[in-house]
Each structure stands twice: as structure tokens, then as C-alpha cells.
């Protein structure tokens, strides 16, 4: 072999390694082919959802009064009362005790008669009902903080993007691919 062939032999793999450097640096691109993502902050939507909420209570009740001015314990009592007041004293002052007697038994039978009426109740179940809230939570997305170059931007996106986002061939977000 001769000197100029292999010379031409160093010379071509020389050029092939050339471009074999050349092809892996992509000096041939424009620009970046990625963003830079710098936050995906989540977010989130509070659903509030009515329903419901139910329970029994019990409720008492008082009994309707059939004698509400206490008539017969007033009576009842003034009798009582007068018997035993006639029982004391002699002359006008069997008299005078009678009738004391009479006004304080129907005092008394009056209150006997009130506080039997106000503890005689009877009790009844009822179902309460009020409206109650369950929250849930639900996604809307991801606020995204991206950088090309020196120039930052931020866009909604419907999932978590990475670390990175492709651009298109005018340098733009390519949102329909997939990296």
C-alpha cells in the first residue's frame, strides 16, 4: 500500500469520527427539545354532597287537663280542710278554724291537683331529620411552572407532566405527545 492511500484511509476515519461527533452534540437542532419543569402543584375541587341524617327522639308530652282551674282539688281540699278545722276550737272559734281550715284545704288541693296534672305526660318516638354535608375531594389537574431557555410559563395540565415537558418543532409545548 502506499503512502496517499493510507493517508486517505486516516483522512476518511478521521471525517467519519467528525461527523459521528458533530451528529451526537446535535449542533444541526434549533433549539431545546424539552421544558424544564419547575413545580406541578396539584389541583383539588371540595365537592360538598347533601343527604340526610336521620334519628329517633323521644319527646314527652303532657296530658291535656280536663279540670285546667283546679276545681275539684280546690273543692275536695276546702272539704278536707273544714273537717279537720271544725275539729278545733269551741263556740266562734270552732267557727273561725272551720273556715281557716276550709281556705287552707283549698289552697292545698288546688297545688295537689296543679302538680299531679303537670306529671301526668306520656312520652311519644319522633323522627328528626336535618340535612348534612359529606366532602369529597376531586382532581382537576396540575398547575404547571415550566422554563424554555430563560423564559418561564405556566399552564393547567390534566396530569403530572415529570420532570420535563417536549416541545414541538417551533419550540412550543407539544401537550399530545408522549416523552
Do not use: W
Request: hydrophobic share 35%; charged share 20%; aromatic share 4%.
Amino acid at each position: 500500500m502506499n503512502k496517499s492511500m493510507l493517508a486517505g484511509i486516516g483522512i476518511g476515519i478521521a471525517a467519519a469520527l467528525g461527523v459521528a461527533a458533530v451528529a451526537s452534540m446535535n449542533v444541526f437542532e434549533s433549539g431545546p427539545q424539552y421544558a424544564q419543569v419547575l413545580s406541578a402543584v396539584p389541583v383539588k375541587e371540595t365537592i360538598k354532597t347533601p343527604r340526610k341524617a336521620c334519628r329517633n327522639v323521644t319527646v314527652t308530652h303532657r296530658r291535656p287537663a280536663q279540670d285546667e282551674n283546679r276545681l275539684i282539688g280546690s273543692a275536695l281540699g276546702a272539704v278536707a280542710g273544714g273537717v279537720i278545722g271544725h275539729q278545733f276550737g269551741g263556740g266562734r272559734g270552732k267557727d273561725v278554724a272551720t273556715v281557716v281550715g276550709a281556705l287552707s284545704g283549698g289552697y292545698a288541693g288546688n297545688q295537689i291537683q296543679g302538680a299531679m296534672q303537670e306529671g301526668d305526660t306520656y312520652a311519644t318516638t319522633q323522627r328528626r331529620c336535618k340535612t348534612v354535608y359529606d366532602n369529597t375531594e376531586k382532581m382537576l389537574g396540575y398547575d404547571v411552572t415550566y422554563q424554555i431557555g430563560d423564559r418561564q410559563g405556566k399552564i393547567r395540565m390534566s396530569s403530572d407532566p415529570g420532570t420535563r415537558i417536549p416541545l414541538d418543532n417551533k419550540g412550543q409545548l407539544a401537550l399530545n405527545q408522549k416523552t
